[in-house]
């Protein structure tokens, strides 16, 4: 069969110049069809070609939730994530492996020794970079090293604050990893029940808390957990950040319990300590006199010194939680951490919202001689003359310092750092009393050392 014949490109050439000819449109036609195409292949060229399907170059960033009837799904989603954290959980170094870590350290130091410290300059803390394994290599980088540098004269850093910077670092990931594992929703927090399972089968491995009999252990684990709700959950939204756990000292206090020479007084100032736990305890039975196992108002009028107004305590029962009028042990415990810990901007939240009847957001001068007048009243009761409100209220706005001079809002009092001072004035005799007797107390003080230098002498 014959090849075709291709046409000449002089024919083809002949052939255009005659359409071209042919061609009866007007200038202004044609220079609009030119930025027509002008404009399509600029803006193909630009990338942004077909706007209506734009969307499709956005990367996905929400993925949604498994319904409660997609249990497939569910396991999935679990199943992935335990992958992902036992992926995570291998990438950190073992104890082998901080040994060695200490080992090639100690045997890089560079003289001289810098008080007993041992000490190692940067080209030898490289060289332990790369000799240390992968694992290490996030650990020797410029940032961590002018991190770590302080003030010695030769430009090197302490091996013992690295190693320890190290070790906390590997701490502070196997305690997330650990915590994460109890994260339901794997959304990065823990709701109550979470947090009470992690630290229900964490108890057997802390030995300051072999004395508790299981029986409390329901009791511990509410007064443990009631803690980090109170202060990292300011809205009382029911569930606390992961990261916001790892933050705090709270998981620092707990985790102190493994050292099983804990002194006496460590274990006292722990929250978390099970002489802690027994005296909060103990105190709420002692309070709860017909022993239902709720505290009625008359009962929670006992507590501590017994000198809280019954105008505060009436506060408390209609804006805290409460089962026909009595409070349980929960709201107990958030009661016992505000007026344990005033200083804090948690606990003085909690006192202010109480104070703020009407919750304006601030107290004026009508609420605080509200709820001055009941410590006038105990004062009469004790047979001592009550102090002048104008007084009060003066120093009051003296202490604080509010924006606003007629109105004291919850930042004005955490901002003055005074918080603790103007709630104690107001809600509890015994604290008005302390405050108006400072000085003497203080000269009381005073003697006190100075008697006790010369016994010494």
């Known amino acids: 069969m014959a090849k075709e014949q291709q046409p000449h490109w002089s024919d083809i050439l002949k052939r255009r110049l005659a359409k071209s000819q042919k061609d009866e ?40 939730l498994p319904a409660e009837d997609e249990v497939l799904l569910q396991k999935l989603r679990e199943e992935s994530r335990a992958v992902f954290l036992q992926r995570k959980s291998r990438e950190l170094l073992d104890n082998e492996e901080l040994q060695n870590l200490w080992f090639l350290l100690d045997k890089h130091q560079v003289p001289p020794v810098s008080g007993e410290e041992a000490m190692i300059s940067y080209e030898a803390y490289l060289q332990v970079g790369e000799k240390a394994g992968p694992k290490c290599k996030k650990f020797f980088t410029a940032r961590v090293y002018a991190k770590l540098l302080h003030s010695d004269p030769y430009g090197r850093i302490s091996i013992m604050q690295f190693f320890n910077y190290v070790m906390r670092k590997v701490w502070l990931h196997q305690t997330r990893i650990g915590l994460s594992l109890y994260d339901v929703a794997g959304q990065g927090h823990l709701r109550e029940s979470d947090l009470e399972n992690y630290i229900l089968e964490l108890i057997p491995t802390l030995p300051q808390l072999d004395g508790l009999e299981k029986s409390f252990y329901s009791f511990y684990v509410c007064t443990a957990v009631r803690k980090f709700f109170f202060f990292l959950d300011p809205l009382r939204t029911g569930k606390i950040k992961i990261q916001d756990i790892l933050a705090c000292s709270f998981l620092d206090d707990l985790l102190e319990l493994r050292d099983e020479e804990l002194s006496k007084e460590s274990q006292e100032s722990n929250w978390f300590s099970a002489p802690s736990a027994l005296r909060v305890y103990g105190q709420y039975l002692n309070l709860d006199k017909d022993h239902n196992g709720m505290l009625s108002k008359e009962e929670l009028s006992r507590y501590g010194t017994a000198t809280l107004t019954s105008v505060f305590l009436d506060r408390v029962f209609q804006e805290c939680l409460t089962y026909d009028g009595e409070m349980d042990y929960k709201t107990y415990l958030d009661f016992v951490l505000a007026l344990e810990n005033r200083k804090e901007p948690a606990a003085i939240q909690y006192i202010f919202k109480l104070l703020d009847m009407e919750n304006r957001g601030y107290l004026n001068v009508f609420s605080l001689n509200y709820f001055f007048r009941a410590i006038q009243e105990q004062m009469k009761l004790h047979g001592q003359e009550p102090v002048s409100f104008q007084d009060v209220k003066d120093e009051i706005f003296d202490m604080v310092k509010p924006k606003d001079p007629f109105r004291i809002t ?45 016994d010494d002498t």
Do not use: H
């Open 25 to 64: 449109r007007s200038d202004e036609e044609m220079k609009a069809e030119e930025t027509e195409l002008f404009t399509k292949y600029y803006t193909e060229w630009k990338g942004g070609g077909d706007r209506d399907k734009s969307y499709k170059n956005i990367p996905r960033f929400y993925y949604r």
């Open 410 to 454: 919850l930042q004005d009092l955490v901002n003055s750092c005074q918080g603790d001072t103007v709630t104690s004035i107001l809600i509890d005799l015994n604290g008005f009393w302390t405050y108006e007797n400072r000085e003497v107390l203080v000269a009381n003080d005073n003697d006190s050392s100075n008697t006790a230098d010369l």
